[in-house]
């Protein structure tokens, strides 16, 4: 659905240098943290900033060649820009009818009504829960085939999260062709709506695996000094000095469980994993 | 193109009031002055500045970068503004023009035929205008823009007045000029002046669809 192949943009000591893939009928997540490079692959996808180098194919063509009408196939929530805030919700059914040719009006004022978004208010006034509400609405509901959402969940509520994250899960049963390529800095969300993710810091993918090996197979493992002299450090990707000895992380929980049964194996969640990435030292 | 125009017009209803100030004070000047003139220009102008609120509301929040996510091109953007702005210049000047034609007609015993000649002369002269303003309003947004646009404006007037200086030192006489120049009927002219400023409308949208694809997001 979407490759990326070492797409560069540089903004001044920045430097984007990514490459990764969408597949169809699945979830892809992006995470890393705020300045990473989240925003700005995005944006390049979207064509929203001309990239310095690298290659982008989305849904079969090249990035050059996909059009304002390929875009109807695409359903968009970006971080921090959204429709003008002087429209209400009511002024936005008219342009979306408009622009976009399989504009589900019906279901997307039953969700209107369902997530309680006042229909005659200037969408400025709008709570950020709202906002966020209404983002994800309107790109689920022309039909597209592949999602691309910046932050999508930001600002919600756990009840108003989950709720969202079912209409995405929805969005997905529907068809097998479609797809999602996600960021959020709520790992949470990551780890139940995901097939897989990237991380990315300082404009580098610097891990992907699928969302189920990570959370089975990766794990925190805690020692003092002496046990990191003598452990195995082959399947160790990165140890940080802690002030009791040292953290390690692993991918192959099940050795260190069976061979040092007195070690402490903590389950590798997401935040773990990109705690221990970004401030461990590789091995 | 359509969604970007609906877009406008529901942005339009943020201008309410102001449209109603507007229309006040444009009845209230035709009761008082016969110069029809201005208040034709006067509509036509403040109704081709919307365009520039508008292109300032699509700029709230970073919301271009969202505009463009949408099945919208840089050029459909850059079009439907030149498109919106001929839309309100041309309500504008058609307000105006009743006002007047009818403020002359019924008030002053004027042939409404000349009334109307009058308000055709203006209409060239505001789509121009409206012309010049898109691409500098796309190029520089906000506040800047309207620096820029005072300082352009301040330019324009500026070599007018050395022109006519100059003119004037070299004993160039352009009164004496036109009346040598092949005569012209009415229409003609006024043919002329609505053509010279299409093209110049055409310039505006091709300098406003470049300025649009190389801006970034």
């Known amino acids: ?283 | 193109m359509k969604g970007l125009l609906i877009k406008d017009l529901k942005l339009m209803k943020n201008m309410r009031n102001t449209l109603i100030i507007i229309a006040i004070v444009a009845l209230g000047m035709s009761f008082y002055t016969s110069d029809m003139s201005f208040i034709v220009v006067y509509l036509a102008v403040i109704s081709t500045s919307f365009t520039s609120s508008t292109i300032s509301y699509d700029e709230f929040e970073n919301g271009n970068a969202f505009l463009f996510s949408l099945p919208v091109s840089r050029r459909d953007y850059a079009v439907e503004k030149h498109l919106f702005s001929l839309l309100m210049c041309g309500g504008g000047w058609l307000a105006g023009s009743v006002l007047t034609v009818c403020g002359g007609v019924f008030r002053d015993g004027l042939d409404p035929a000349e009334s109307v000649m009058a308000a055709l002369v203006l209409l060239p002269v505001a789509i121009g205008l409206s012309s010049f303003m898109i691409p500098v309003h796309l190029k520089y947004s906000g506040e800047k823009g309207r620096i820029v646009m005072i300082i352009l404006m301040g330019g324009v007037f500026l070599i007018v007045i050395s022109g006519a200086k100059i003119a004037e030192k070299l004993g160039i006489d352009f009164r004496e000029l036109g009346e040598r120049m092949p005569v012209m009927s009415d229409g003609m002219g006024l043919a002329a002046a609505l053509g010279i400023s299409l093209v110049l409308l055409l310039v505006s949208c091709k300098i406003s669809i470049r300025i649009m694809e190389h801006k970034e997001f």
């Open chain 1, 1 to 283: 659905m979407l490759r990326i192949e070492n797409l560069q943009k540089n903004y001044g000591a920045f430097r984007l240098d990514c490459s990764m893939e969408v597949l169809s009928g699945r979830v892809t997540g992006l995470v890393g943290q705020n300045g990473a490079g989240k925003s700005t692959t995005f944006k390049a996808v979207l064509g929203l900033v001309r990239p310095d180098g690298g290659k982008i194919e989305i849904l079969g063509k090249d990035s050059g060649q996909f059009g304002a009408g390929d875009r109807q196939e695409l359903g968009v929530v970006l971080s921090n820009a959204g429709f003008s805030g002087y429209l209400t919700v009511r002024d936005i059914i008219p342009v979306l009818g408009s622009l976009y040719a399989r504009f589900d009006k019906a279901f997307f004022l039953e969700q209107v009504k369902r997530f309680g978004l006042p229909d005659n208010q200037k969408i400025k006034e709008f709570s950020t829960g709202m906002k966020a509400k209404l983002k994800v609405l309107t790109a689920i509901s022309h039909r597209a085939r592949l999602l691309i959402l910046d932050e999508p969940t930001a600002g919600l509520d756990v009840v108003a999260r989950d709720e969202l994250l079912e209409l995405l899960r929805v969005f997905m049963e529907q068809d097998d062709n479609r797809g999602i390529l996600v960021s959020s800095h709520i790992s949470g969300d990551l780890e139940t709506l995901c097939d897989d993710i990237y991380m990315i810091h300082q404009g580098k993918i610097i891990l992907h695996e699928d969302t189920d090996v990570l959370l089975d197979n990766y794990a925190v493992l805690k020692m003092d000094e002496r046990e990191y002299e003598t452990i195995e450090k082959r399947y160790i990707l990165c140890s940080r000095k802690e002030s009791f000895g040292y953290s390690c992380l692993t991918n192959q929980k099940r050795f260190y469980r069976e061979n040092y049964p007195k070690l402490a194996v903590l389950k590798g969640s997401i935040d773990e994993v990109i705690m221990m990435m970004i401030k461990g030292e590789r091995l």
